[in-house]
């Protein structure tokens, strides 16, 4: 079990909650603006497959009464009308009534999958709600669960879970009827309208002002905006305060809007109120990860491990980050991979070898890996819909075969994937399957950017995305001049530099291309702080190629600003990893001349 407050490794201090979480809350209208501030505009989608629920201090008597509770078929409904007859009360995840059905055991995988989102152990809750489900599918709520959950399945498998619920909606009461239409445009769709979601639940919060779901679901999708982020975690922690998955968020947002210490306090509370979590350990382990400390992300990744087999994945980049044997890797992913669905595992395990063998400078493996993941997301026809299952392994092709050289077959390979664009099921924002993270495989076609770019941007700013991730993606990431780059730093781009915590976002790592960008145009003290954040980071086998391109990149610019001991050992790490490469690195090539020029050592 946990103890009341966690207690931190030697090399980061646990200390009690301080002001910045435990003071309350200014108050914070139905849109999620904190009265006396100025109005922002929404904020995007934060985790889908990570938390969007609920639960800082205690259980907060605010707003109008709650209703009387009227019957739905057999199952009681959370009223939005108030009545003079009820004391006001907030409806957490635990109050929630069972929904109808005449399978005992479908009832209780339903009521423990609930449980466990309050615990914040998001892979668990769903497979909870998908043997509910399969015991009973005519269950509405846990199909509508399925889908709002959505961790281990594709789009298209969501929006088929979400039609099932909308057949079956007759059993839905007022408030999960509210619930339904709410995500309808962000997860039933095949090009996600998260401005839609965002009024939708807006106006099912209004009508059920003191139920946590719908505010954290706010939260979730404001997890980046440093104004609404925070005030909507701590208004839905009034509700509950013993709600991980509100902790969670709360963190997160702290964090991405530039306080990592408070957001470490608040992810540690996090774990400490629920001995069930899981999730609250692997955004502990991605903030020590993003500041560099790997032995900290160990014991984060496995206390996640020791919840959810997840979590394996986690442990297994921290170990190579260590430098731990890479059998001790393979054998780590194994077991996460054990933890997936029967049928995303040879996809999973293709990619997995696919990145290790880039780490290792095994290029020809890594490509063959690649084919096979191909062939394995080719075999499911839902899955080769969607930008999410096809669009990742074909850019780190694109990538792999730029690093040998084969400029040719790098542009076909992203034409193949542009070629498909508009036939593709699109992810909500911030997901792999978001069109912001392809923009540079465009610019590797041979495609010009924009007007598509410039159109997209301006959807982003309108719906108030975290500016430093829209200007990554679409004008750092597919910057590869000098030209280019001075556009993206000087021009007519909308600068937002990274500042180190946007791992937070989910996916992000916005340190290697920032500096790249600066190197590229020549700019090498102000690529340095960049380069070294990306450098130290513990994300190497997630983001192997960036990661080791990095350490070239931060080379260049110490050779550059004077500091010829700290190029020359930059210049030796990408050696270390692709100095003996097959076939040949581009980068290992210009690292050896850059070591050459220095006459470093060996």
Same mark, same amino acid.
């Given at each position: 079990?946990?103890?009341?407050?966690?207690? $931190?490794?030697?090399?980061?201090?646990?200390?009690?909650?301080?002001?910045?979480?435990?003071?309350? @809350? @200014?108050?914070?209208?139905? $849109?999620?603006?904190?009265?006396?501030?100025?109005?922002?505009?929404?904020?995007?989608?934060?985790?889908?497959?990570?938390?969007?629920?609920?639960?800082?201090?205690?259980?907060?008597?605010?707003?109008?009464?709650?209703?009387?509770?009227?019957?739905?078929?057999?199952?009681?409904?959370?009223?939005?009308?108030?009545?003079?007859?009820?004391?006001?009360?907030?409806?957490?995840?635990?109050?929630?009534?069972?929904?109808?059905?005449?399978?005992?055991?479908?009832?209780?995988?339903?009521?423990?999958?609930?449980?466990?989102?309050?615990?914040?152990?998001?892979?668990?809750?769903?497979?909870?709600?998908?043997?509910?489900?399969?015991?009973?599918?005519?269950?509405?709520?846990?199909?509508?669960?399925?889908?709002?959950?959505?961790?281990?399945?594709?789009?298209?498998?969501?929006?088929?879970?979400?039609?099932?619920?909308?057949?079956?909606?007759?059993?839905?009461?007022?408030?999960?009827?509210?619930?339904?239409?709410?995500?309808?445009?962000?997860?039933?769709?095949?090009?996600?309208?998260?401005?839609?979601?965002?009024?939708?639940?807006?106006?099912?919060?209004?009508?059920?002002?003191?139920?946590?779901?719908?505010?954290?679901?706010?939260?979730?999708?404001?997890?980046?905006?440093?104004?609404?982020?925070?005030?909507?975690?701590?208004?839905?922690?009034?509700?509950?305060?013993?709600?991980?998955?509100?902790?969670?968020?709360?963190?997160?947002?702290?964090?991405?809007?530039?306080?990592?210490?408070?957001?470490?306090?608040?992810?540690?509370?996090?774990?400490?109120?629920?001995?069930?979590?899981?999730?609250?350990?692997?955004?502990?382990?991605?903030?020590?990860?993003?500041?560099?400390?790997?032995?900290?992300?160990?014991?984060?990744?496995?206390?996640?491990?020791?919840?959810?087999?997840?979590?394996?994945?986690?442990?297994?980049?921290?170990?190579?980050?260590?430098?731990?044997?890479?059998?001790?890797?393979?054998?780590?992913?194994?077991?996460?991979?054990?933890?997936?669905?029967?049928?995303?595992?040879?996809?999973?395990?293709?990619?997995?070898?696919?990145?290790?063998?880039?780490?290792?400078?095994?290029?020809?493996?890594?490509?063959?890996?690649?084919?096979?993941?191909?062939?394995?997301?080719?075999?499911?026809?839902?899955?080769?819909?969607?930008?999410?299952?096809?669009?990742?392994?074909?850019?780190?092709?694109?990538?792999?075969?730029?690093?040998?050289?084969?400029?040719?077959?790098?542009?076909?390979?992203?034409?193949?994937?542009?070629?498909?664009?508009?036939?593709?099921?699109?992810?909500?924002?911030?997901?792999?399957?978001?069109?912001?993270?392809?923009?540079?495989?465009?610019?590797?076609?041979?495609?010009?950017?924009?007007?598509?770019?410039?159109?997209?941007?301006?959807?982003?700013?309108?719906?108030?995305?975290?500016?430093?991730?829209?200007?990554?993606?679409?004008?750092?990431?597919?910057?590869?001049?000098?030209?280019?780059?001075?556009?993206?730093?000087?021009?007519?781009? $909308?600068?937002?530099? @990274?500042?180190?915590?946007?791992?937070?976002?989910?996916?992000?790592?916005?340190?290697?291309?920032?500096?790249?960008?600066?190197?590229?145009?020549?700019?090498?003290?102000?690529?340095?702080?960049? *380069?070294?954040?990306?450098?130290?980071?513990?994300?190497?086998?997630?983001?192997?190629?960036?990661?080791?391109?990095?350490?070239?990149?931060?080379? *260049?610019?110490?050779?550059?600003?004077?500091?010829?001991?700290?190029?020359?050992?930059?210049?030796?790490?990408?050696? $270390?990893?692709?100095?003996?490469?097959?076939?040949?690195?581009?980068?290992?090539?210009?690292?050896?001349?850059?070591?050459?020029?220095?006459?470093?050592?060996?």
């Amino acid at each position: 079990a946990l103890p009341a407050v966690k207690v $931190s490794t030697a090399s980061r201090t646990s200390t009690a909650l301080g002001a910045t979480i435990s003071a309350p @809350p @200014p108050p914070v209208s139905a $849109s999620g603006t904190p009265q006396g501030t100025p109005a922002a505009p929404a904020r995007g989608a934060g985790r889908r497959g990570a938390a969007i629920w609920t639960g800082v201090a205690a259980v907060a008597v605010v707003g109008a009464l709650l209703a009387a509770r009227s019957v739905s078929r057999d199952r009681p409904q959370v009223a939005p009308a108030p009545s003079s007859s009820a004391a006001p009360r907030a409806i957490t995840l635990g109050d929630l009534p069972p929904p109808p059905s005449t399978v005992p055991q479908a009832r209780a995988e339903y009521a423990a999958g609930l449980q466990l989102l309050r615990d914040d152990s998001y892979l668990r809750a769903s497979r909870h709600f998908e043997k509910a489900a399969e015991l009973d599918p005519t269950m509405a709520q846990a199909h509508l669960r399925i889908a709002t959950m959505g961790t281990s399945l594709g789009g298209e498998r969501i929006r088929a879970e979400l039609e099932k619920a909308i057949e079956l909606r007759g059993q839905l009461d007022e408030r999960d009827r509210a619930l339904l239409d709410a995500i309808e445009p962000s997860l039933g769709r095949t090009t996600p309208d998260d401005a839609l979601e965002l009024a939708r639940l807006r106006a099912a919060h209004e009508r059920f002002p003191l139920d946590e779901e719908f505010l954290m679901h706010l939260a979730g999708l404001s997890v980046d905006d440093p104004v609404r982020g925070p005030a909507l975690a701590r208004q839905a922690l009034e509700l509950d305060p013993k709600d991980a998955a509100s902790w969670e968020f709360l963190g997160r947002s702290l964090a991405l809007a530039g306080d990592p210490v408070e957001g470490r306090r608040a992810l540690e509370h996090c774990a400490a109120v629920s001995e069930e979590s899981s999730d609250c350990y692997i955004w502990l382990a991605k903030l020590d990860a993003s500041a560099g400390r790997c032995a900290d992300m160990e014991q984060d990744a496995r206390r996640e491990a020791d919840s959810d087999g997840a979590g394996n994945f986690a442990l297994a980049t921290a170990f190579l980050a260590l430098g731990r044997p890479e059998a001790l890797v393979r054998e780590t992913l194994g077991r996460g991979l054990a933890s997936e669905p029967v049928e995303a595992r040879p996809t999973r395990q293709a990619m997995e070898e696919a990145r290790l063998a880039i780490v290792a400078g095994r290029f020809d493996a890594a490509l063959a890996r690649l084919t096979e993941a191909s062939q394995a997301t080719a075999a499911d026809p839902l899955t080769t819909r969607e930008l999410s299952s096809y669009g990742p392994m074909l850019a780190l092709r694109v990538d792999v075969l730029r690093e040998t050289g084969v400029e040719p077959g790098a542009r076909a390979t992203a034409r193949g994937l542009t070629d498909r664009l508009d036939l593709l099921t699109r992810g909500v924002h911030g997901s792999i399957g978001d069109m912001g993270n392809y923009w540079w495989v465009v610019r590797a076609a041979g495609l010009p950017l924009d007007p598509g770019r410039r159109e997209w941007t301006d959807a982003q700013a309108r719906s108030g995305r975290l500016a430093v991730i829209t200007w990554t993606q679409a004008w750092a990431l597919p910057a590869t001049t000098k030209d280019e780059a001075l556009a993206a730093l000087d021009g007519d781009a $909308s600068v937002a530099l @990274p500042r180190g915590g946007e791992w937070m976002k989910w996916r992000f790592d916005g340190d290697a291309a920032t500096g790249h960008v600066f190197a590229l145009a020549e700019r090498y003290e102000e690529a340095v702080p960049f *380069l070294r954040r990306a450098v130290d980071n513990c994300f190497l086998r997630e983001h192997p190629i960036a990661h080791v391109r990095a350490s070239q990149d931060l080379g *260049l610019a110490l050779e550059h600003t004077g500091d010829a001991t700290g190029a020359c050992e930059a210049y030796r790490k990408v050696v $270390s990893h692709w100095g003996h490469a097959t076939p040949r690195s581009i980068t290992a090539e210009a690292a050896r001349q850059g070591m050459k020029r220095l006459a470093c050592a060996p």
